[in-house]
């Protein structure tokens, strides 16, 4: 269960991670620009406030000198009635006495912004601004800074949140439907495109294709495996038949030879299946050792119809051969055989006597022909896809001996190869 | 010659005469065999090739 429980959460927490990365972005970029906002209001008031003592110091400099400290009290005092923000003004003669003209009650000399001048004769002036109000100004302003980089933050962690949310919907369907999957094993599930056509359109239908290959390959797994127990055990029940009932009559040398020897033959059969069987999944999978050598296919041909002439004869199918001596190939010279003997077998097998097979070899350009032809009574259109399927055996053929497993095992061999089989065929009247 | 008196299988046979190490679907050897059998053993009395069921052919005399 933990485990599931870590499959569901895990897309929420990466959705909450991207969030998170927009969110971080969003609001290093926003205090950035709420600081130097602050930063310049700061410097731009102080300024001002310097600009303005700095103009006074002036005049009050100029009236000191005009005559000395009661021409500059009485300006000060004139000056001070009417001004709406009342400055702090100070003389220090000579570092000895400090008249000091104008302070202002309950003003903290602490929280001054103080322009000074040095007058010719050694005297100090002093004008000085209260920066009350410009901290109080500060003082709200960066309340305001600090509300708006909380809405933005929140703005951006919402708005991160459902982007994320909408980007990853797509994301978690194909995990859902992956974790559906896992949970019940089937894999007939498929992942719902939204039609936006994008990358992760592209993602789901990708999946969507590998299910579909997926499903077709356990499909045909299944049904091989069903069609081979089913094969095995019509002998190996044979074959426990045949023990029986020799166990069960009256105790005879010839009876016990009789019946083992129906033993042997029976295991021979499903030995021959399960090689067969085994030698195809080895070239299917790629497994299968290839020792490839230069091989002319007259030879190979040669070979595998002189095995099949008696048989052949026997019957009386004419096996006629047409091969072009230059035709080569580089394959492995035993597995060929093997496919072009089963080719024959085949053929040979499904000819009525009087028939006849043609094998025929020639180069196609750069590849290299085998063609197998029978007058047998051909295979009904519905049947020619499968006849290459594992144990398939069409209806018509079962009446022989086989199973099912010849032509297979051409088709593992010659694609393990890189070659292609095809098959074409016109039902007879038979 | 080699194997007189002696049981050869099938899968013997077929990869002695045709160096073939794969089972044929096709019961060729039996084909040969019997048309083996046709040759010596039917227009004479005495027969030299003898079938163990199961398990091969024996050339005995």
Not at chain 1, 76 to 83: F, G
Not at chain 1, 158 to 173: H, Y
Not at chain 1, 382 to 388: C, N, W
Request: aromatic share 6%.
């Amino acid at each position: 269960m933990s485990s599931d429980l870590e499959k569901g959460v895990r897309p929420l927490f990466f959705g909450l991670r991207i969030a998170l990365w927009y969110a971080t972005l969003f609001v290093v970029g926003s205090t950035a620009i709420v600081f130097l906002t602050y930063y310049l209001t700061a410097t731009s008031l102080a300024q001002r406030d310097q600009q303005i003592i700095r103009g006074k110091l002036g005049d009050y400099a100029a009236a000191y000198q005009r005559g000395g400290v009661r021409v500059l009290a009485a300006t000060v005092r004139a000056e001070q009635q009417a001004a709406p923000e009342r400055l702090f003004v100070r003389v220090v003669d000579r570092g000895v006495e400090a008249v000091v003209l104008s302070n202002p009650e309950g003003w903290d000399p602490s929280k001054l912004e103080i322009a000074s001048a040095t007058l010719a004769d050694g005297t100090l002036v002093q004008v000085g601004k209260s920066t009350e109000l410009r901290d109080e100004l500060l003082a709200r302003f960066r309340a305001a800074l600090g509300l708006v980089t909380l809405l933005v933050f929140a703005i951006a962690l919402t708005g991160g949140w459902l982007a994320t949310q909408s980007a990853l919907g797509p994301i978690r369907r194909l995990s859902f439907a992956v974790q559906r999957i896992i949970r019940t094993g089937r894999t007939d599930a498929r992942v719902p495109l939204d039609g936006s056509g994008d990358a992760l359109d592209e993602l789901t239908e990708l999946f969507n294709a590998m299910l579909d290959k997926i499903e077709g390959l356990v499909t045909a797994m299944r049904g091989a495996l069903d069609n081979v127990s089913h094969d095995l055990r019509t002998p190996l029940t044979r074959l426990r038949g045949t023990a029986e009932m020799a166990l069960a009559g009256p105790a005879a040398l010839d009876r016990y030879r009789e019946a083992l020897a129906d033993c042997v033959e029976e295991t021979d059969r499903v030995l021959v299946m399960l090689n067969a069987l085994m030698d195809i999944s080895e070239a299917e999978s790629g497994a299968m050792p290839l020792r490839r050598e230069r091989v002319r296919l007259a030879d190979v041909v040669e070979r595998a119809v002189d095995l099949y002439r008696d048989v052949a004869d026997a019957k009386g199918v004419r096996l006629v051969v047409e091969a072009s001596e230059d035709v080569e190939a580089t394959a492995d010279r035993t597995r060929l055989e093997q496919a072009a003997a089963n080719l024959i077998d085949n053929a040979v097998k499904y000819t009525p006597p009087g028939g006849r097979v043609d094998v025929e070899v020639r180069g196609a350009g750069n590849a290299a022909l085998l063609r197998v032809r029978d007058t047998g009574p051909g295979i009904p259109p519905d049947e020619r896809p499968r006849i290459f399927d594992r144990l398939f055996r069409g209806d018509r053929s079962r009446a022989e001996r086989g199973l099912g497993l010849g032509l297979s095992l051409v088709k593992a061999i010659v694609e393990a190869h890189g070659g292609t089989v095809a098959v074409d065929s016109e039902p007879g009247a038979m | 010659m080699r194997n007189a008196g002696k049981v050869v299988s099938k899968t013997m046979i077929l990869s002695h005469v045709w160096e073939y190490n794969f089972d044929p679907q096709t019961n060729i050897v039996d084909v040969l065999v019997s048309r083996l059998r046709e040759k010596i053993d039917r227009p004479f009395e005495k027969k030299l090739l003898h079938t163990v069921r199961g398990v091969g052919y024996v050339l005995r005399p």
